[in-house]
C-alpha cells in the first residue's frame, strides 16, 4: 500500500488547513490510519487516528477540540481538518497505516507511511 499526503501549506495563525491521506488501495488486513508530525529537531509524534471501519477516532491532548480526523472510503482517503492552528502545529505531517489500537501513539506500530506534507503557521 503506498499513501500520498497532501494539502499542506502556510497559513496564518488561528487559520484552517484540511489534509488529505490516498491511500493506493484498500488496505485490508491494516486496521488504522494515524497522522503524525515531525517539527525540526524533535521526534515524530502522534496527531490522531482512525479506523478504516467505524466511528471511534483517537487525538493527542495538543490536538483535541481543534483538529478533526475523518474518512472517505470510496476515496480511501483519509482527512485531517486542522482549525484554530497554532504557531506549535508547524511541521511536517505524515499519514502512516498499521494494525495498532487506535489509541497507538508510537510510530513504530505502523507499517506504511506518506512522504509527509509541510504545514507552516505564521504568527
Known amino acids: 500500500v503506498q499513501l500520498q499526503a497532501s494539502g499542506g501549506g502556510l497559513v496564518q495563525a488561528g487559520g484552517s488547513l484540511r489534509l488529505s491521506c490516498t491511500a493506493s488501495a484498500r488496505p485490508v488486513s491494516m486496521r488504522t490510519i494515524g497522522w503524525f508530525r515531525q517539527a525540526p529537531g524533535k521526534e515524530r509524534e502522534f496527531v490522531a487516528a482512525?479506523?478504516?471501519?467505524?466511528?471511534?477516532?483517537y487525538y493527542a491532548d495538543s490536538v483535541k477540540g481543534r483538529f478533526a480526523i475523518s474518512r472517505n472510503s470510496a476515496k480511501n482517503t483519509v482527512y485531517l481538518q486542522m482549525n484554530s492552528l497554532k504557531y506549535e502545529d508547524t511541521a511536517v505531517y505524515y499519514c502512516g497505516i498499521g494494525n495498532p489500537i487506535l489509541s497507538a501513539t508510537r510510530d513504530s506500530e505502523y507499517y506504511h507511511w506518506g512522504q509527509g506534507t509541510q504545514v507552516t503557521v505564521s504568527s
Open positions: 482512525i479506523r478504516w471501519t467505524g466511528d471511534n477516532t
